[in-house]
T-cell receptor, first 109, second 112 residues
Framework: KQEVTQIPAALSVPEGENLVLNCSFT??????LQWFRQDPGKGLTSLLL?????REQTSGRLNASLDKSSGRSTLYIAASQPGDSATYLC????????FGQGTELSVKP | SQTIHQWPATLVQPVGSPLSLECTVE??????LYWYRQAAGRGLQLLFY??????ISSEVPQNLSASRPQDRQFILSSKKLLLSDSGFYLC???????????FGSGTRLTVV
């Protein structure tokens, strides 16, 4: 049974810092891995999708990497801003999309 | 472009009342459709998924049911709500194949 773990559960940083969010999964037989952002009381916004054959994806200040063999993914956020404050969710798809519990990020001005 | 619509945005219902949440997708055909629930302080739980009209798979035994009467319409229902049904319900779709998921804006259900 696939299990997805995200560390840390919560993170508070001052504006401008570069930061890394971690995601690990137990079953490497995945089709893809997706990072989402969720603002309080809102739906999920897809940030990056990494296919199983890819190593990383980039969008603006975001970079996500995937190491399928070790069951790990990281989301790197460069030059963090207060508007980045949200919960970040990692999810892996091996037929069904399985989510981690999320990392709650707070970026202080 | 594809869009996903989910309504209502919020709902307060008494225990024992029925429920109907609707989700529709535009701009694609034969999508995979999903219902997730996010309870307070907990992660996202897959409730139902559908790969075609009338084809529903249930992930969690409960008093909820799902139906797909049309290709791009997915409905979540209950005949009698329980307090434990409170939560944030999210509809999602994906294309057939190994593509990413797109989520709707969610319905906040409070059972009182």
């Amino acid at each position: 049974k696939q299990e997805v773990t995200q560390i840390p559960a919560a993170l508070s940083v001052p504006e401008g810092e570069n930061l890394v969010l971690n995601c690990s999964f137990t079953d490497s037989a995945i089709y893809n891995l997706q990072w989402f952002r969720q603002d309080p009381g809102k739906g999920l916004t897809s940030l990056l999708l990494i296919q199983s054959s890819q190593r990383e994806q980039t969008s603006g200040r975001l970079n996500a990497s995937l190491d399928k063999s070790s069951g790990r993914s990281t989301l790197y956020i460069a030059a963090s801003q207060p508007g980045d404050s949200a919960t970040y969710l990692c999810a892996v798809s091996g037929g069904k999309l399985i989510f981690g519990q999320g990392t709650e990020l707070s970026v202080k001005p | 472009s594809q869009t996903i619509h989910q309504w209502p945005a919020t709902l307060v219902q008494p225990v024992g009342s029925p429920l109907s949440l609707e989700c529709t997708v535009e701009g694609t055909s034969n999508p995979n459709l999903y219902w997730y629930r996010q309870a307070a302080g907990r992660g996202l739980q897959l409730l139902f998924y559908s790969v075609g009209i009338g084809q529903i798979s249930s992930e969690v035994p409960q008093n909820l049911s799902a139906s797909r009467p049309q290709d791009r319409q997915f409905i979540l229902s209950s005949k009698k709500l329980l307090l434990s049904d409170s939560g944030f319900y999210l509809c999602a779709w994906s294309e057939q194949g190994n593509y990413g998921y797109t989520f709707g804006s969610g319905t906040r259900l409070t059972v009182v």
